[in-house]
Each structure stands twice: as C-alpha cells, then as structure tokens.
C-alpha cells in the first residue's frame, strides 16, 4: 500500500522501474506542460524515466482526440493531470467528460496498464459546484472503465493563493469562509503523483494536503501581507468557492492522507517575488 500514516511526510525522488518484458516505462503525461504536469515530467525525467508531456501545446488534445493514438504508443502508465480552460458549467463539464472518454478510449487500444488522475479533496463534498460537478463526472468515467487507476485527491496549491483571492474579491474586499484549510505546494502534489504513477494500481483515491491546517480566513489574510497586498480579508460564513458554500470540514482530508513537506512560511513563492 502506498499511503503511508498520516503524520508522515512526502518522500522525495520515485524509485527506478520498468515495463513488462524489461523495458523502461513510458509515461505520458496529460497536461504535462502546466503547473503540476511539468513538474511531474522534471521529476520523472530526473530519476530516469521516459515521460512525455503531452498537451495541446505538444499537439496531443484530450478534447478533439488529435494526436492521442501517438502519443499513448507503448505507454505502460497515463497520468491526467490536465485541467479545464474554462470553468463555465457547460464548458467545464464538456471537458472533463469527453476529454476522458477519449482518454479512456485511447488507453485501452493502447493497452495502458495504469491510469492516474489529479483531483481535488472534497470533490464528493463540492456537488453545489458546476466545476466538482464536472469531476465527479470524470472520477465515474475512470472508475468505471476496465483501466487499474488510481486517484489523487490533492488540497489547494500555494501556486494558486493569489488567484483564489482575486476570485474572492467583492469591491476590494476579499470575502473567504472561516472554514479549515490545509494547503500545499505543487512541488509536493508532483512528488506523490509520480511515486502513485511508478507503483501500482490502487484502484482507490488517496489524498495529500500540506503540513499545516489554518482557518482560510486567516491564511489569506497572513499570505496576502506577506505579498504587501492591501486588500481586507473578511470571514463570510456564506462565501462560495467555485459556486459552493463550505462546511467546516469541506476543504480538509476526511481521513488519512499523505502531507506534503514544505510549510508555507517557507515556500520561495510566498511573497511572490
């Protein structure tokens, strides 16, 4: 089993391992060019795999199915970690629901042995929103298909501190519920997303959130002084995130889950210089 207990941190650097029949693995990576998928293909690469980074900008397009037979040639391992570029309702669904079914597709021709996939934590929790809806759609497609998979539920990214304020913002007020959360650098999701793709199937989710729990809306208002931006943060009981209001619980790990390393207060990105 590849959780470990709860209070253990992520370990760094995924093992050496090979396909059947003795051939290193290829692993394409869905989404490789963003902000965990590069990171992903960094690490891979790094500790010798065969990752390829596969997205419209490398001409492999999940939504249209252009050049997925191609890349998917003799790949062992696929991880998605692809993300919508629109978060309308309809939009956002269209592409998680035909970006997968064409995934899904695709790998069984190729006959792809281990399907992974990035998610949100709370997701099941976050059904008010056109967006969880619109993950929840994708999670079924993947656990329905005769693929092994495995899930990864991930907390908020530090990476995206700035732009979930800017989304809070009313009249230069930035209204966040008061609600618990555990957010996480990229840089760590990346680390357990890659040790799951080298391993095997879970057929199951696990979750990974950062060190620390705060009250969102004290973290925001820590984080946003770090960067010197002025703007008030204000606790709203009934703010929404993605269209959803949140109970206390809704943005934390349900139970164990693997915590990443790198504490906020330390992370270079945090000023955002």
């Known amino acids: 089993m590849l959780v470990p207990p709860t209070d253990t941190a992520v370990s760094r650097g995924p093992g050496a391992s090979m396909a059947r029949g003795g051939t290193l693995m290829k692993i394409v990576v869905i989404g490789g060019t963003g902000l965990i998928g590069s990171k992903l293909v960094t690490t891979l690469g790094e500790h010798g795999r065969q990752a390829l980074a596969a997205s419209p900008n490398t001409g492999v397009n999940t939504l249209t199915g252009e050049g997925l037979s191609d890349a998917l040639a003799g790949a062992s391992v696929v991880v998605d970690v692809a993300n919508s570029p629109s978060f309308e309702d309809a939009a956002v669904m269209e592409f998680f629901e035909t970006s997968t079914r064409n995934l899904m597709a695709a790998e ?34 993947i656990k329905k298909s005769s693929i092994p998979y495995s899930l990864v539920h991930a907390t908020q990214f530090f990476e995206f501190v700035t732009r979930m304020a800017d989304a809070a913002t009313e009249s230069g007020t930035v209204r966040v519920a008061p609600v618990l959360f555990q957010p996480i650098a990229g840089e760590d999701v ?27 809306d004290e973290f925001f ?21 993605f269209g959803a209001e949140l109970s206390e619980q809704t943005l934390v790990p349900a139970g164990p889950a693997i915590l990443g390393e790198i504490r906020y207060a330390d992370w270079p990105g945090r000023t955002g210089k």
């Open 108 to 141: 069984t021709t190729a006959r792809v042995g281990h399907h992974v996939a990035l998610s949100v934590v709370g997701t099941e929790r976050l059904a008010a929103s056109g967006y969880f809806r619109a993950k929840i759609v994708q999670e079924s497609l």
């Open 190 to 216: 990346a680390e357990v997303v890659g040790r799951t793709a080298v391993g095997s199937p879970l057929r199951e989710t696990l979750e990974v959130a950062g060190p620390e729990q705060f009250r969102m």
């Open 221 to 241: 208002h820590t984080a946003l002084a770090a960067r010197n931006d002025p703007r008030e943060v204000v606790p709203d009981p009934h703010a929404r995130y």
